[in-house]
């Protein structure tokens, strides 16, 4: 493995589980150990990082990462626990992360949830 090798972090703009990621990175201060890449959603650049990850992963979503040449993982919190490794920090111990993870991104997945048993029901109504 080359020891200039740092893991790629492969981020989707508006993502609620990329900001977890993006928020580990910058409450660690461990920006300087990952190359991140950053895309949009409906941009030639999201077109670019689904075909790099396609033969890598099984299911391609986002936050995807690179950890080692050649060795690719997705889910959030997988990715979270091996840059808890890497920097030495914990997720844990972050006040702007805790912050996010109890507040912001808990109201959203709840927001989700209602919103498709909300569409489901409709469905079958
Ligand atoms: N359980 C996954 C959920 C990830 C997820 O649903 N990501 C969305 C973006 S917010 C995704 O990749 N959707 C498919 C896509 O954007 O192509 C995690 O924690 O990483």
Known sequence: MSDDFKPVLYLKEDCP???KVRIFVLESGSADQVTVRDFSEGTEGETQVKSELSGHLDKVSFPAAQMAPGSFINESDDIIAKLETLS???AGQMAVYQNYVNGA??????????????????ASA
Do not use: D, I, V, Y
């Open 17 to 19: 589980f990329c900001l």
């Open 88 to 90: 030495g920090k914990q």
């Open 105 to 122: 991104f808990s109201l959203a997945m709840t927001l989700w949830r209602e919103n498709a048993a909300l569409k489901q029901a409709a």
